[in-house]
T-cell receptor
Framework: RKEVEQDPGPFNVPEGATVAFNCTYS??????FFWYRQDCRKEPKLLMS???SGNEDGRFTAQLNRASQYISLLIRDSKLSDSATYLC???????????FGTGTKLQVIP | GAVVSQHPSRVICKSGTSVKIECRSL??????MFWYRQFPKQSLMLMAT?????????EQGVEKDKFLINHASLTLSTLTVTSAHPEDSSFYIC???????????????FGPGTRLTVT
């Protein structure tokens, strides 16, 4: 089983739609979690950290379920500019290495 | 936010030559940096962990004699691809975690990447 698993997609959704991505992780000792966005041929950029209590940033909501070991990202009112690959990232804590999911590709269609 | 730079952004080299890629943390100190490789349409794969003042830690399957890592200072790590071959052509990215206090989540700041093409 992979350490971090994501549905690779692609998810093709119309503008204005709501879309959700899930990510599962295998190591129950994982401590911190992030969603990154990667545009084609660019480096990943942090979208948001994921906290146990859940957190929201505008149209984006991230949630963490430690019991089931999964993380979710919800995007509301999708924009064309949201088209990208979304990477789930898990960190064991401190300066330890992070583990990336394979990424979920989102394509928002006019 | 913290900034990480990489140089060069693009490099084309001939098979058999060596290429050095630099990763710098511009406004913070990084005792640890990470090097990744990304092939087209694939996710980032961690190659190695670069540790300031000590040897790098390589992931399984990554040849340490081929991918030389030197973390000479708290702001600079270099990756040298030795005797490069066409199959080494890839997008190489570095990252550095920035966090102030123990126990905090360490966000990874990524360099802009280096696209290596070996002909």
């Amino acid at each position: 089983r992979k350490e971090v698993e994501q549905d690779p997609g692609p998810f093709n959704v119309p503008e204005g739609a709501t879309v959700a991505f899930n990510c599962t992780y295998s190591n129950s000792a994982s401590q911190s979690f992030f969603w990154y966005r990667q545009d084609c041929r660019k480096e990943p950029k942090l979208l948001m950290s994921v906290y146990s209590s859940g957190n929201e940033d505008g149209r984006f909501t991230a949630q963490l379920n430690r019991a089931s070991q999964y993380i979710s990202l919800l995007i509301r009112d999708s924009k064309l500019s949201d088209s990208a690959t979304y990477l789930c990232v898990v960190n064991m804590g401190g300066y330890q290495k992070v583990t990336f999911g394979t990424g979920t590709k989102l394509q928002v269609i006019p | 936010g913290a900034v990480v730079s990489q140089h060069p952004s693009r490099v084309i080299c001939k098979s058999g030559t060596s290429v050095k890629i630099e990763c710098r943390s511009l406004d913070f100190q990084a005792t640890t940096m990470f090097w990744y490789r990304q092939f087209p349409k694939q996710s980032l794969m961690l190659m190695a962990t670069s540790n300031e003042g000590s040897k790098a830690t390589y992931e399984q399957g990554v040849e340490k004699d081929k991918f030389l890592i030197n973390h000479a200072s708290l702001t600079l790590s270099t990756l040298t691809v030795t005797s490069a071959h066409p199959e080494d052509s890839s997008f190489y990215i570095c990252s550095a975690p920035d966090g102030g206090l123990a126990g905090e989540s360490y966000e990874q700041y990524f360099g802009p990447g280096t696209r290596l093409t070996v002909t």
